[in-house]
């Protein structure tokens, strides 16, 4: 499983390092070895740029999924756990607080 997470986690490394000026600088190395026309710059970085935009949010998603998953596998104490743990504790703790009725 962390063999996954560590693949998804370089490719989207790649995908997260994509900004408007390195797009530029991809469209420029394009257009220089004639692989695009200057005039449709625009487009490509845009495009670019809401490309890895998309990548870093499916990976985020998918990241979360995993560590969820792992947590879930490894029997950890999730946030809600402790929050109904505590809950019952204060309640335990109220009703010894409390003085007792006795007949």
Known sequence: MFDTLDKLMYAGLGAMSM???RAEKIFDEYVSRGKAE????SGFVK??????EKSRSELE???SKQVHEAV???GIATLEDLKRIENKLDLLLAKQ???C???
Do not use: F, W, Y
């Open 38 to 41: 200057k005039d449709s710059r």
């Open 61 to 63: 998603k998918l990241i």
């Open 97 to 99: 607080a409390s003085p």
């Open 47 to 52: 495009d670019m740029v809401e490309t890895a």
């Open 72 to 74: 879930q596998q490894a």
């Open 19 to 21: 900004t408007r000026e």
């Open 101 to 103: 009725e006795t007949d």
